[in-house]
């Protein structure tokens, strides 16, 4: 295996410093090989310093600017420090680059999300699930947003994806509950809130939920 190769088989072992050795030897070798800073950027990333971390990813862009990696990861270095405007700018970047994969559409939905854009990020989590059936978290925040636009029976389906995936996803239980509620379906709201609070017997707001069913 060469250095990339190996660098790449330590990073999914979590053996972080010995990955580094190999990006770095590689850039070392090749320095014109814009994948090489990527996947330091990332070690860096993974271990914290993200201010490094999006330097490599700029000089990956400078050195081959369709380069799509480069600009998802520093998408997702802004999105963690809360720069949703950047981050938006650099996923969208990606996409131009040919970087269509169900990662970067689901980011780019939640940084729309993060942005109050909730509507806007509807078509971006639909197309995370298509390349991506089993991403109970892409179906929980579809689900999430076709609520909060009033789609509730759209926004039904998608929980109950969500659960199929993961059947302890107690939040997607919990919204189920709400959207039973909305639409006076009283029984299966209790039956989705103490389901929620089964899996998490201190979530709060679906023990407020029930509370308010049951108290009509």
């Known amino acids: 295996m060469d250095n990339s190769q190996l660098g790449i088989q330590y990073m999914q072992e979590g053996k972080w410093e010995e990955a580094a050795k190999f990006f770095m030897e590689e850039i070392e070798k090749n320095p014109n090989n814009a994948v090489s800073y990527v996947n330091f950027g990332n070690v860096l990333s993974a271990l914290g310093d993200e201010t490094r971390a999006l330097s490599f990813y700029q000089k990956a862009i400078e050195i081959d600017d369709t380069t799509a990696a480069a600009y998802y990861s520093a998408g997702a270095v802004y999105?963690?420090?809360?720069?949703?405007?950047?981050?938006?700018?650099?996923?969208?970047?990606?996409?131009?680059?040919?970087?269509?994969?169900?990662?970067?559409?689901?980011?780019?939905?939640?940084?729309?999300?993060?942005?109050?854009?909730?509507?806007?990020?509807?078509?971006?989590?639909?197309?995370?699930?298509?390349?991506?059936?089993?991403?109970?978290?892409?179906?929980?925040?579809?689900?999430?947003?076709?609520?909060?636009?009033?789609?509730?029976?759209?926004?039904?389906?998608?929980?109950?994806s969500c659960i199929t995936i993961d059947a302890n996803h107690a939040d997607a239980y919990y919204n189920l509950g709400v959207a039973y509620g909305f639409k006076e379906e009283t029984e299966k709201a209790i039956e989705m809130f103490d389901k929620s609070l089964e899996i998490q017997p201190d979530h709060l707001l679906a023990g407020y939920g029930k509370q308010i069913i049951e108290g009509k």
């Not at 269509?100 to 909730?118: A, I, P, Q, R």
């Open 79 to 160: 999105y963690e420090k809360e720069n949703l405007e950047s981050a938006k700018t650099m996923f969208e970047q990606a996409l131009a680059k040919g970087l269509e994969t169900s990662d970067n559409f689901f980011m780019l939905g939640l940084t729309y999300v993060g942005l109050e854009k909730g509507k806007l990020a509807i078509p971006y989590f639909q197309r995370a699930v298509e390349l991506n059936n089993q991403d109970a978290e892409a179906y929980f925040q579809l689900g999430l947003c076709l609520a909060q636009s009033d789609y509730i029976e759209e926004a039904i389906a998608q929980f109950q």
